[in-house]
Structure formats: structure tokens, C-alpha cells
Nanobody, 126 residues
């Protein structure tokens, strides 16, 4: 199995940027599709962005499209979420999740992922 750990969260003003990292250990990360999710207080966990094992396919929630970019560096066993033009409504705990993939597609729903990190807090002030 693989273990994933998120980092890079913090406090930022509206309009600012953050880059989240998801570092994997335990198995060859290059065969895993990865997704970023977030959960705000009192709300359900939602999908934010997803990437296939090769990095060739990505998908974004409408709320972050054009502002967030997911990418990966399999040589470094890492996936990133570049977040620009942050808004107060982006405030949440952000989670990285991984699932082994035998196709070139990504996974979008939380039930499709087997390995989860502990999350990193992102707070955007107005």
C-alpha cells in the first residue's frame, strides 16, 4: 500500500496563492491516480481536482477551474495543487487521496480512493 502526506497549507489573503504537495511513500506512486478533496466546516467533503497516474488526464471542480492546477512528478513521488486567486470560500481542510490505476483515467469520487492523507488546513482571509 501507499502512504500519502499533505503539506503546504496555511493562511493567505484573498487573491493570494498556495501550493499544496502530496508526498507518497511505500509503493511506486507512478501507478496511482490521485485526487485532491476538501472539506469546509459543516459541509461535506468535495472533489477539487484529479489526475491520472501518467498526468495526462486531469479534471477540476467548476468552482476551481481556471484557478487551481493539479500536476505530478512521479520521479519525486509527489502530486501538487497550485491554487491561485484564492477566495474565502476555498477555506477548508484539503486532503490528498490515491488509488492504484490500471487505466489512463482519473478517479473523481471519494469512494474510488483507498489511501488518504491526514489533511492540511487552508484558510483564506477576506
Amino acid at each position: 500500500q501507499v502512504q500519502v502526506v499533505e503539506s503546504g497549507g496555511g493562511l493567505v489573503q484573498a487573491g493570494g496563492s498556495l501550493r499544496l504537495s502530496c508526498a507518497a511513500s511505500g509503493r511506486t506512486f507512478s501507478r496511482y491516480a490521485v485526487g485532491w478533496f476538501r472539506q469546509a466546516p459543516g459541509k461535506e467533503r468535495e472533489s477539487v481536482a484529479a489526475i491520472s497516474w501518467s498526468g495526462g488526464n486531469t479534471h477540476y471542480a467548476d468552482s476551481v477551474k481556471g484557478r487551481f492546477t493539479i500536476s505530478r512528478d512521479n520521479a519525486k513521488n509527489s502530486v501538487y495543487l497550485q491554487m491561485n486567486s484564492l477566495k474565502p470560500e476555498d477555506t477548508a481542510v484539503y486532503y490528498c487521496a490515491a488509488a492504484i490505476s490500471n487505466s489512463g483515467s482519473y478517479y473523481w469520487f471519494s469512494y474510488e480512493y483507498h489511501y488518504w492523507g491526514q489533511g492540511t488546513q487552508v484558510t483564506v482571509s477576506s
